[in-house]
């Protein structure tokens, strides 16, 4: 503060200081106060508002227990609540967009921060960037256009003899997937490439000369190594893909459900915003728990991904 | 168990720039060898050549008799010590030092008790369960010896492993390096700018300039007798005189300067005119009379108490800065500042030397 003031003089000082405020308070906290109010309120027509039965309870968070359907993965049959599947599958595909990203980004990050001329480095970064210029909307449709039944995929496999007869790209989660990968395959890339690059070069050399073959110096020297940018860039990666709303909006087929698309029919459909806000905040605190859950399973410490 | 290693005309070029130029060397089994030269001799890139991890341009390098072309780092018996150590920080000491252990897939009780027991080598018991950070200086080098020593490699190859440490722990690892070595029997090979470093630890020494190896001699010739110039310069200190060789008898030569015609053994390949007289300080006399050969007037400049030795700067009448080292024994009376010495230096104890050989 002190230094804030010395650098910038007290006039300019206060305004950043209340445009700080104004972010914080006005756009952040307050909004999400009133959404964490309002769902624990029932929703009720303007004229009950604040009558007798605008009472606080947990009935908007226990609706996802409602309405159950029959699922059975690997031939065991089980009822289960609708919401609680969209959840679980929400939550199992964003799991193989982090480690897909993760299997995509790791190779990339090793081949620019070690392999590639220092030079040439500006110029790969540049060409990654460049899709992200384009909307994320426009990406979106972009892909469900290359990925369409008739589209220029299947084509090009087809004219390669790699395919013999169009493959469905669009159907259950896949495309969703592809398009989440393609979205945040950078917020892997960039933590994990950061990470490898303060690995001093030396040790991955001193590990070869002591014998060990590539794997063994990726799997004891190098990952080690960027655990924390791993760790900082699969957070990212999940938490982001887990709250994607456009990309299974976009890419979605008639068999996939993405909790916010759920929590987005709440909105926008049945205009509930009570039940709305308890769902995004019940995605929210699972997640949250989730990715905990994790760190702590991988042994992973807050201050290593917040460097 | 320990190999030789012969390099065979080996070349390196990085671009148009060639960083290692005809180098020719057989080290015995056994030996402890020093490089050494100035930064950007081609010192570094000879240890990476025999490493591995750089392919010479042309020439072979053999190690143990076997040809290591195709070979990598990781299928070579050399061991290499890095500069700054490259130690693995993740992993506690005892993990660092059986690291080329476990990727040969040795067992966890064995591997541990091979670390112990490395340590004790390295005169670092109780070591094994610490972490890198907790060490010093001069016990990462410990450990780093220890890693190398681990996978019983045939040479060992050091780059400069002392040079970040502080002068008295350096003096120790000099001795401690050379104690291992002794008790392990294993080639050493050591990367060094700093002469006395090499001097005093190595069986013999290949001074370095420019990707050409100038000289390759135990310690005492490379000091006493340098083949040229650049040795004579790059080891010690000298008095240098710029002039022509004349008449030679029993390699004694005629040298004829400006500032007189001194006598001088005369080096090989030097010849005619424009070439350098080398004198060391310690073999520069320096006396209020007029010494019988060799000598030259002047007028003490400066005083210097070194400790074990005084240095004497003096300029000669004819303008040239001379320096002579006398020892401090009381063996010698000190002239003061100011006072009018006479100069001298024993023909056999001065040499005229060649330049360095840069080109093929």
């Not at chain 1, 690995?199 to 050399?205: G, K, R, S």
């Not at chain 2, 290692?20 to 240890?47: M, R, W, Y």
């Not at chain 2, 050379?178 to 029997?185: D, E, F, H, S, V």
């Not at chain 2, 001699?217 to 002039?243: C, L, Q």
């Amino acid at each position: 503060m002190q230094d804030l003031l010395r650098r910038y003089g007290a006039g300019l000082t206060t305004i950043i200081c209340l445009l700080v405020f104004f972010w914080l308070a006005i756009l952040v906290v307050i909004p999400n106060i009133t959404l964490f109010e309002s769902s624990f309120r029932p929703y009720l027509p303007v004229t009950e508002v604040g009558g007798p039965k605008d009472v606080y309870s947990f009935d908007n968070y226990l609706k996802v227990f409602g309405g159950e359907v029959e699922v059975s993965p690997l031939g065991f049959t089980f009822l289960i609540p609708v919401h609680v599947l969209t959840f679980f599958l929400t939550m199992w595909y964003s799991v193989v967009v982090t480690v897909l990203c993760f299997a995509i980004a790791y190779p990339m990050a090793y081949y620019m921060s070690k392999i590639a001329n220092p030079r040439s480095v500006p110029t790969l970064v540049l060409l990654i960037f460049v899709p992200l210029w384009v909307s994320e909307v426009l990406r979106a449709f972009a892909w469900w256009i290359i990925l369409a039944f008739k589209g220029p995929l299947n084509s090009l496999l087809l004219a390669l003899g790699l395919i013999e007869a169009p493959v469905r790209w669009i159907t259950d989660y896949d495309a969703v997937v592809i398009g989440l990968i393609y979205t945040y395959v950078l917020f892997m890339l960039f933590p994990v490439y950061n990470a490898i690059s303060s690995l001093d070069t030396n040790q991955i050399e001193a590990a070869e000369d002591l014998g060990a073959p590539w794997w063994k110096i990726h799997w004891r020297i190098v990952l080690p190594h960027a655990k924390p940018g791993v760790a900082s860039g699969s957070v990212m990666v999940f938490m982001l893909s887990a709250g994607s709303l456009l990309v299974p909006s976009i890419l979605g087929s008639t068999t996939s459900q993405w909790f916010t698309q759920t929590i987005n029919q709440w909105f926008n459909d049945a205009l509930d915003w009570n039940t709305a806000s308890a769902y995004a905040f019940l995605l929210l605190f699972l997640c949250t728990v989730f990715v905990a859950l994790a760190m702590w399973a991988f042994k992973v410490k807050l201050s290593d991904i917040a460097k | 168990m320990s190999a030789g290693i012969d390099l065979e005309n080996v070349c390196c070029d990085f671009g148009s720039f060639r960083a290692v130029d005809h180098a020719n060397v057989s080290i015995q089994p056994g030996e402890f060898f020093s490089f050494l030269g100035p930064s950007g001799c081609g010192k570094t890139t000879i240890l990476r050549m025999i490493s591995g991890f750089i392919d010479p341009t042309q020439g072979s390098i053999r190690i143990g008799g076997k040809d290591m072309r195709g070979q990598r780092p990781n299928q070579r018996p050399t061991a290499l010590i890095f500069q700054n150590l490259a130690l693995f920080p993740l992993m506690p000491i005892w993990e660092n030092i059986s690291f080329g252990l476990e990727v040969r897939g040795v067992g966890k009780a064995e591997r541990r008790a091979k670390a112990e027991e490395l340590l004790k080598l390295v005169d670092l018991p109780g070591a094994a369960d610490k972490m890198v950070s907790q060490l010093s200086g001069g016990q990462k080098q410990r450990v780093a010896i220890a890693r190398a020593l681990a996978v019983e490699p045939q040479v060992m190859l050091l780059d400069e492993p002392l040079s970040a440490l502080d002068l008295k722990l350096r003096q120790h690892m000099r001795a401690e390096l050379r104690a291992i070595q002794k008790r392990t029997g294993v080639t050493f090979i050591y990367i060094t700018h700093d002469q006395g470093e090499a001097l005093a630890m190595s069986d013999r020494v290949g001074v370095m300039s420019h990707g050409r190896i100038q000289q390759i001699a135990n310690p005492r010739d490379i000091y006493n007798n340098p083949v040229n110039g650049f040795v004579a310069s790059f080891v010690g200190e000298n008095n240098i005189f710029t002039g022509d060789v004349g008449a030679t008898a029993d390699g004694i030569a005629a040298f004829s300067t400006p500032h007189g015609t001194f006598r001088a053994r005369l080096g090989e390949k030097a010849t005619g005119k424009g070439v350098k007289l080398y004198v060391r300080p310690e073999h520069t006399l320096i006396s209020p009379a007029q010494p019988a050969e060799n000598a030259i007037h002047g007028r003490v400049e400066e005083v210097s108490f070194e400790g074990n030795f005084i240095a004497i700067h003096a300029v000669t009448d004819s303008g040239m800065k001379m320096t002579a080292e006398l020892r401090n024994d009381g063996s010698s009376a000190i002239p003061e500042v100011g006072a009018q010495v006479w100069m001298g230096f024993d023909a056999t104890r001065a040499a005229i030397l060649p330049d360095a050989e840069t080109k093929g």
